[in-house]
Structures are given as C-alpha cells and as structure tokens.
C-alpha cells in the first residue's frame, strides 16, 4: 500500500500550489499524515504534519507561515497549501505516517519553483 501524491508542477517564485495526499486501499483518516520532501542531493526532511482530528499541526521553521496543511477526513485527504513559494523550496514532495512508515512511502510530487 501507498500513499499517493499529487499536486505538483512548475511555479515562478510566489507563486502557490497545492499539494494533495490520498491512500488507495488504506486507511489514511486514521493516522497522523506528514509532509516530507527530498531536495536534489539532500536527506528527506519533514515538512508539516496534522493529527487524526486536525487539532494540531506543526510546521518547519522554513516553512512556517508560507504552508499550510489540512486534512478531511470524510475524502480521505491531506492537502498541503503552498504560497510565497521559493526556489529552496524544489523538492519532491511526499505524505506519509507521522512518523513515517517505510511502506507508505509513494511516488512524491515534484516542486519546482523557478527563480
């Protein structure tokens, strides 16, 4: 089973996207969903992550105020709001657990914000 992510594309620099996370086959709605992503070069670091109820989420530092992540769990999806996007922002982008779990890692979402 995996999760599937999608979303992603080309956008200029303040530009926005929106990234979306749904399971096939799996319960999604009734685990804790984070955002990761996978700079060129770079180890996979966390991004967001929200709990089952959407009572709390938290954010990296370098993405505090510009992302914003939700969840509904009638769809079975997480989305990720992205505005005032930045080049150090290029990355594939992915969902899973929190804390991830090795078989939920998907495809991704490649990001590219061009300067």
């Known amino acids: 089973v995996q999760l599937v992510e999608s979303g992603g594309g080309l956008v200029q620099t303040g530009g926005s996207l929106r990234l979306s996370c749904t399971a096939s086959?799996?319960?999604?709605?009734?685990?804790?969903i984070g955002w990761f992503r996978q700079a060129p070069g770079k180890a996979r670091d966390g991004v967001s992550c929200i709990t089952v109820g959407s009572d709390r989420s938290s954010y990296e530092d370098f993405v505090k105020g510009r992302f914003t992540i939700s969840r509904d769990n009638v769809k079975k999806m997480v989305y990720l709001q992205m505005n005032s996007l930045k080049p150090e922002d290029t990355a594939v982008y992915y969902c899973?657990?929190?804390?991830?779990?090795?078989?939920?890692w998907g495809q991704g979402t490649q990001v590219t914000v061009s300067s």
């Open positions: 899973n657990t929190d804390p991830p779990l090795k078989r939920y």
């Open positions: 086959e799996d319960r999604i709605d009734e685990y804790a």
